[in-house]
Nanobody, 120 residues
């Protein structure tokens, strides 16, 4: 399977915004719930937001009201609009399959992720 490609990260001041994009292969993307995950140094990877093929969404409590997940089913792309960023949002962000129903998740291969750094 082809790894997803995540991009759009960068360095931003607290309160700023970034828009992440993910291009996934059809095998990973097609008819699947998709999700954004993040991993900060010393922490486990955690789910940030999940979106079904039909557009239903779920967010981690820490990002509700600030982040918005969306997808383009024609282009196998998933997006994460991040507003009002906080230093604690600093992490490497990844996309992969997700599950609105919760674990287990049949993950595809992991990409390299995109680094988001929020300065205070």
């Amino acid at each position: 399977q082809v790894q997803p490609v995540e991009f759009g990260g960068g360095l931003v001041q607290a309160g700023g915004s970034l828009r992440l994009s993910c291009l996934a292969s059809g095998n990973i993307f097609r008819a699947n719930d998709m999700a954004w995950y993040r991993q900060a140094p010393g922490n486990q990877r955690e789910v940030v937001a999940v979106i079904s093929s039909g557009g239903s969404t779920h967010y981690a409590d820490s990002v509700k009201g600030r982040f918005t997940i969306s997808r383009d089913n024609d282009r196998n792309k998933v997006y994460l609009q991040m507003n009002s960023l906080k230093p604690e949002d600093t992490a490497v962000y990844y996309c992969n399959r997700g599950s609105l129903r919760g674990p287990p998740v049949n993950f595809g291969p992991w990409g390299r992720g995109t680094q988001v750094t929020v300065s205070s």
